[in-house]
Nanobody, 115 residues
Framework: QVQLVESGGGLVQPGGSLRLSCAAS????????MGWYRQAPGKQRDMVAA???????DYADFVKGRVTISRDNAKNTVYLQMNSLKPEDTAEYYC?????????WGKGTLVTVSS
C-alpha cells in the first residue's frame, strides 16, 4: 500500500502561482496513472490533471493552459504547477495513484486564492 503526501498549498493572490507536490512512499512506476483532483466545500471531487507512465497528460477544461502536471520517477514525486490562479481554484487538492482495481489517495493540501 502506498502513502501519498501532498504539499505546497497555501494562500495566494489572484493571478499568482503555486506548485503542489505529491510524494509517494513507493515507486510511482507501480501506478499506470498519477493524478490530481480538487474538491471545493459542498462540491464534488473533480479531476484536475493526470499523467501516465509514458508521460501522456490530460487536463480538465477549467485548468487547460494554466496548469502543468509532471512526474519525477526517481524522486517518486508528482507535481502540479498552477499559474494564473483564480478565486474559483480555491479547493482542497488531492493526489491520486491509480492501479488496476484500486486507487490510493493523499489527505490533501488546501489552496486558497484570495486578495
Amino acid at each position: 500500500q502506498v502513502q501519498l503526501v501532498e504539499s505546497g498549498g497555501g494562500l495566494v493572490q489572484p493571478g499568482g502561482s503555486l506548485r503542489l507536490s505529491c510524494a509517494a512512499s513507493t515507486s510511482i512506476l507501480s501506478f499506470p496513472t498519477m493524478g490530481w483532483y480538487r474538491q471545493a466545500p459542498g462540491k464534488q471531487r473533480d479531476m484536475v490533471a493526470a499523467i501516465t507512465i509514458g508521460g501522456y497528460t490530460d487536463y480538465a477544461d477549467f485548468v487547460k493552459g494554466r496548469v502543468t502536471i509532471s512526474r519525477d520517477n526517481a524522486k517518486n514525486t508528482v507535481y502540479l504547477q498552477m499559474n494564473s490562479l483564480k478565486p474559483e481554484d480555491t479547493a482542497e487538492y488531492y493526489c491520486q495513484a491509480r492501479s488496476i482495481g484500486e486507487d490510493y489517495w493523499g489527505k490533501g493540501t488546501l489552496v486558497t486564492v484570495s486578495s
